[in-house]
């Protein structure tokens, strides 16, 4: 059975979304048992309205919480009853396969780097998104885990993001791109001239740099980048189709024809909402860590929350892990002979 | 008289496109005069399609073009007849207020770099563009000059995105903000944190660290960032827009009621369309160099060429470089105190 540790009190909406969503889970999963970790008072109250209970919920005290802002260093040295760091103390004891927080990022990254510490080869984690384009989902790593990454880290991602898309997405022989300011090898800094090299020598299937429009048209399966570049590309693809969906919402109460034509698309723009709905993919696996970790966003529902624990669910299944560890022995090896 | 260099042969769509907007732009502007740089033969044959033509519309030979792919330090260095060289040259000898081109962008930004020198106080020069956001306009600096910044070039592109706001859109005292993962003064790496405290300490109207996602919700006038970043930003932004269309067409034609609605909302779409369109407004400034440069987008059609011009115009007339000057002295003068 598949045990699955969730953040009770992480993220804008917890503690009742996240309840909401692990008892959606917990129906919908009956092989996976779901641990809620957090304050025992809280999510009693919150558990409450429900009854019967599924069997495989389960609740795990911890008395104390991340904020949102607080220094993600500090605050998992400062508090070991955490829900985060109590998460990772029960992964650590192997008591579940897989933990979920849509709390402080910064602390997960932390808290699961020192207490599970990383997969063999691997030297920094990466978040790694999936995005929806035209051509079906494309994987962006890292998205904030590491703001200042070496040309070595990015092989890695590449590695990582690869096993991903092959193992969960199906994609045979992912291609590899690196985010860049244009096509040809010399752009960018030495940073990316390295990580170019590196990539190029290596034997993933590296296509080259790749612009920023690349992200949306899905030429390419898997796009590397620093933390700090992909964290604000998530950001701004948030709050862009944010915009144009306010932008739409306005133009369609213009006048009575508008507002009759948008009521004809209304299906349409569901079917376009979901699409472009990160909520679908649920949460984003912290890559390299050796344990099954996501990070589900700051303003998850409760559908955004049962599918992380889906999704976390399907990572530990397809031994994600494992495929990465063999895949940097097989790099190594190439790179021996 | 403002006279304006546009590069005939930069851009995809160039020659004919850029001689259209050209057109169009001295049949708008009879204040301007409007002097077409590049192959004779090839403009005049481009032009034959018009007649009369504009008396406010001269050509200037330049035998050479260079390519978009090619390399700018050294296409600048061996195609002096080139039309970028040549705009360059006509700027130097004060022949031209202004100088535009839809081509080789690395190839105008170390042309102009070299041929007419930066502004007094200004280190790097940035490229500024106006988005479109929740609130009406944004500028976003630098979105590709310069991609290996130092935090003080984040300061001037802060002061320069200043004058630009006041000057040219109307915005009173208009606020700054530094594109970062998260607003604490934390956050980001050394560079981030040193161009915070320089934005901090300085008179302009600094409210803090941006994310990702206030670029298109208005928060703030001005959002200064290293021109990877930005040119990374730029792009994402133009990719997101194009899938998210290209996804709402297939929607719009999946059944016969969503084929009518569309039809309902032609004109609300078109009215969306013109407020995302970065053709509305032309070309991006050039901040810093000695000279008012635009540069515009290498798909730039015909409307985009016009718009350009009438931009640099209003650049010219409303004095956006003595501005600078100015307010570099301004800036200079309080360090002191």
Known sequence: MIRIAVDGMGGDRAPRAVVDGTVQAAHLLNEVEIILVGRKDRLSKELSRFHPLPKNLKLHDAPEVI???????????????????????????????????????GAMVVAASLGLGLLEGIERPGIAILLPSLNGLTLLIDVGANIDSKPEHLLQYGLMGS?????????????????????????GTDFHRQAFKLLEESSLNFIGNMEGREIYTGKCDVIVCDGFVGNVVLKVSEGMALAIRELQVREMKRTLLNKLGAVLLLPAFKRLKKQMD?????????????????????????????NAIRAAATFVAHEVNQQIVAATHQMARQKVH
Chains 1, 2 share one sequence.
């Open 163 to 187: 096993v991903v898309m092959r193992r969960v997405v199906g994609r045979k022989n992912p291609s590899v791109g690196l985010l860049n300011v244009g096509e040809e090898e010399s752009k």
């Open 67 to 105: 904020g949102m802002g607080e220094s993600p260093a500090i605050s998992v040295r400062r508090k070991p009853d955490s829900s985060i760091c109590q998460m990772v103390e029960l992964a650590k004891a192997k008591q579940v396969n897989a933990i979920i927080s849509a709390g402080n990022t």
């Open 278 to 306: 990160y909520t679908e993919y649920g949460g984003a696996p912290l890559l390299g860590i050796d344990g099954v970790c996501f990070i589900s966003h700051g303003s998850s529902n409760a559908k955004a929350i049962r």
